[in-house]
């Protein structure tokens, strides 16, 4: 499992940062955050392309790739106040679906045991199963929970006559015990599927879903506030899980599965920046960005952007804690802090 660099493309890691190797665990000794790259969309449903997201997310920044991103808004500089390494893409084969989920999870579980968190570029939805039991399998049994972005509940059981795809990694991640299904938060649902009797196995389970009509209705801050709640009782830390299909085909075009009437970009990335500044985030998954159907890029920005929301408000939560001044959201940018 050696560090093989983005399968497709040129040899980059994320915006400049570091590279290391997930087979060498001295290469992510100390590290904060490990991302590993996960270009398999051998499960898609619809319209395939995302095994190019890894690609895309690191390089989607008109900026120099520098190691360096100060945050206006967080007043840090997260891929130097954290310690943020590139372990580039596990070899994917789209016709091995098992063995490439198989790869990826052992990935996973290393940086996560290394006491990192690894943030996984996908790839198609498919991953989130290797993804979170990765992470999972790393702390105490059922103590990790789950908060997920998406338009899609991705419970499905049976699809094409196979187990695994991207319309099933929640069932299957709730079936392994990884994940409780009753501390599941599911946020961004919209749509037309799924049909009541998946919609039924989902209730049996004790699964929140935040439908956007409840989300429009109630507020998105009420919304995460509630799911924070639920998330940390009974479980010490979280997985996050953002398809970027959450987002309405407007603010993300370019993803296989897009759905109208979705969250604008600008409550995605303040919702990821809330959950990353409060919640005890073991793991995280940027999914289903899809570069042949995006234009001018703008739903890897708008992915990239994700990942530098949830790195800085990492990074933020961290100097708070180590004392002085803390972030105040109302503050003006230019008092001199």
């Not at 919209?190 to 004790?206: C, D, S, V």
């Not at 999914?287 to 952007?305: K, M, Q, S, W």
Request: hydrophobic share 40%; aromatic share 6%.
């Amino acid at each position: 499992m050696s560090r093989y660099g983005p399968m497709y493309g040129p040899d980059i890691t994320f915006l400049g940062v570091d590279r290391c190797d997930v087979n060498d665990p001295e290469s992510y000794a100390g590290a904060d955050v490990v991302i590993i790259g996960a270009p398999f969309d051998g499960g898609t449903s619809n319209r395939p392309g995302a095994r190019f997201g890894p690609m895309a997310l690191r390089q989607a920044c008109y900026l120099p790739h520098d190691g360096s991103r100060p945050s206006l808004a967080l007043r840090v500089d997260a891929l130097r106040d954290l310690r943020v390494l590139d372990a580039g893409d596990v070899e994917c084969y789209s016709g091995d679906v098992e063995g490439s989920l198989a790869a990826i999870e052992e990935a996973v579980h290393r940086v996560a045991a290394s006491g990192a968190v690894p943030l996984v570029l996908g790839g198609d939805h498919t991953v989130a199963l290797p993804d979170a039991r990765g992470t999972a399998r790393a702390y105490a049994a059922g103590r990790t929970s789950m908060i997920h972005f998406d338009a899609h509940a991705d419970t499905g059981d049976i699809a094409f006559g196979h187990l695994y795809g991207h319309g099933q990694p929640m069932r299957r991640l709730i079936e392994s015990g990884a994940i409780r299904g009753d501390r599941f938060l599911q946020i961004g649902l919209r749509g037309y599927w799924p049909e009541p009797e998946t919609l039924g196995w989902m209730a049996r389970q004790n699964m929140r879903s935040y439908e956007m009509t409840e989300i429009v209705a109630r507020g998105l801050d009420e919304c995460l506030t509630e799911s924070f709640s639920v998330a940390l009782d009974e479980c010490d830390q979280i997985f996050l899980s953002v398809d970027i299909d959450v987002c309405d085909p407007g603010h993300a075009p370019g993803t296989g599965t897009p759905e109208p009437g979705g969250l604008t970009a600008r409550q995605l990335l303040d919702a990821v920046r809330r959950i990353c500044y409060e919640m005890p985030v073991a793991g995280m998954e940027v999914v289903e960005v899809a570069p042949p159907y995006d234009h001018a890029d703008i739903t890897a920005y708008l992915g990239n952007r994700v990942i530098l929301e949830a790195l800085s408000a990492m990074a933020r939560r961290r100097k708070d804690d180590e004392g002085g001044p803390r972030w105040d959201p109302r503050q003006p940018l230019l008092d001199g802090r």
